[in-house]
């Protein structure tokens, strides 16, 4: 077992668009702050959908925005397509949407991630949530490190879990090539209920026709 030396104030667990919140969030307030993802090279991937936007993620993204986030402006300087959505309706059901360049948002977002004063970055999967006398005091990685937090915020979304269903056979993963979070196990031994959330995902197919996979995860 190895403990890294530097304990932080806020451990985030995930790299896509909460986790890049939350930790840029808690490094502007000045604290020490630590970003554990699988794959630092995936921060801030768009995964399957590049827009930012619409009737209800639009409503999100602008309060992010208000409260100094990154999501709006990363989408202002990336975007290469606007649109407004129901344009011909009435305006409670109008809502402006951009199409993002998937690899500059991403690279844009890691390039303010790397350069952010406060924040680490590390790469593991996490194993086991460390609690002690009923107070979250870190993470253990699969490959048996500890790095110890005061806070730690939990952002791995669909990869917890992940089960990718293609036509008649399914496989884990958070997505195809990356590997799937067994954090949720530790959940389940901590007294958390733990289910399925069920995500649309599918890979982009051209000129073939095949049953898409579905993410089911957590």
Known sequence: MYRYPKEYDVLVIGAGHAGVEAALAAARLGVSVAMLTQNLDTIGQMSCNPAIGGLAKGHMVREIDALGGIMGEN????????????????????????????????????????????????QGNVATILVENDEVKGVQTSLQMEIRAKSVILSAGTFMRGLMHVGLKNEKGGRMGDASSTVSDSLKELGFEVDRFKTGTPCPVSYTHLTLPTIYSV
Not at 92 to 107: E, G, H, N, T
């Open 75 to 122: 989408t202002d300087a990336t975007a290469i397509q606007w649109r407004m959505l129901n344009a011909g309706k009435g305006p409670s059901v109008r809502a402006p949407r951009a199409q993002c360049d998937k690899k500059a948002y991403q690279f844009r977002i890691k390039r303010i991630i790397e350069g952010m004063p406060g924040l680490d970055l590390h």
